[in-house]
T-cell receptor, first 113, second 111 residues
Framework: NAGVTQTPKFQVLKTGQSMTLQCAQDMNHEYMSWYRQDPGMGLRLIHYSVGAGITDQGEVPNGYNVSRSTTEDFPLRLLSAAPSQTSVYFC????????????FGEGSRLTVL | GQSLEQPSEVTAVEGAIVQINCTYQTSGFYGLSWYQQHDGGAPTFLSYNALDGLEETGRFSSFLSRSDSYGYLLLQELQMKDSASYFCAVRAPGSARQLTFGSGTQLTVLP
């Protein structure tokens, strides 16, 4: 099993550009989520999904969009990149609601100029 | 909402024991998790406590007191490779029980 796979690992954007961070998991987990991590801070929840076709907002959803058309994939879209979105983004999954164990991807480091 | 407090930095020497505390405030409690993150890496799961008491996994133990809204991670026989950031996280109220993370504790292990 590959676990949770994120692409790209690094990306540089100009202000106003859009892009999609890809996330795929092969563990058949129902729950997937996107977090961002800024220096010296913990992880903040952007969006999450409890199954194919179902998504919801987390703590910091503004400027981001998600969709979940399959169990495996959960892409994160930046609609119009801003310097404040410079961060490290982590995708995570877990098999069911009653677990505190998240499986994380390796992260995507995004710089917006 | 949820909030968690943990020390920002802890320093200890190789072979020692260190305790990283976490206090939380949440409108509904479903469990406390601990994660380790090395510089440039992804967080990795260490332990989870849903009930009061001590959970032991090798050199690492985690403790929870729900009445005190408090938990800690205990690392024994510290090794240089334990230098990392450690995060506590609580599962939030709501049907999806998403995790909310603390700001992390940077542990430095000195030779």
């Amino acid at each position: 099993n590959a676990g949770v796979t994120q692409t790209p690992k690094f990306q540089v954007l100009k202000t106003g550009q859009s892009m999609t961070l890809q996330c795929a998991q092969d563990m058949n987990h129902e729950y997937m989520s996107w977090y961002r991590q800024d220096p010296g801070m913990g992880l903040r929840l952007i969006h999450y999904s409890v199954g194919a076709g179902i998504t919801d907002q987390g703590e910091v959803p503004n400027g981001y969009n998600v969709s979940r058309s399959t169990t495996e994939d959960f892409p994160l879209r930046l609609l119009s990149a801003a310097p404040s979105q410079t961060s490290v983004y982590f995708c995570a999954s877990r098999p069911h609601v009653d677990t505190g164990e998240l499986f994380f991807g390796e992260g995507s480091r995004l710089t917006v100029l | 909402g949820q909030s968690l407090e943990q020390p920002s930095e802890v320093t200890a020497v190789e072979g020692a024991i260190v305790q990283i505390n976490c206090t939380y405030q949440t409108s509904g409690f479903y469990g406390l998790s601990w994660y380790q993150q090395h510089d440039g890496g992804a967080p990795t799961f260490l332990s989870y406590n849903a009930l009061d008491g001590l959970e032991e996994t090798g050199r690492f133990s985690s403790f929870l007191s729900r009445s005190d809204s408090y938990g800690y991670l205990l690392l024994q026989e510290l090794q240089m490779k334990d230098s990392a950031s450690y995060f506590c996280a609580v599962r939030a109220p709501g049907s999806a029980r998403q995790l909310t993370f603390g700001s992390g504790t940077q542990l430095t292990v000195l030779p």
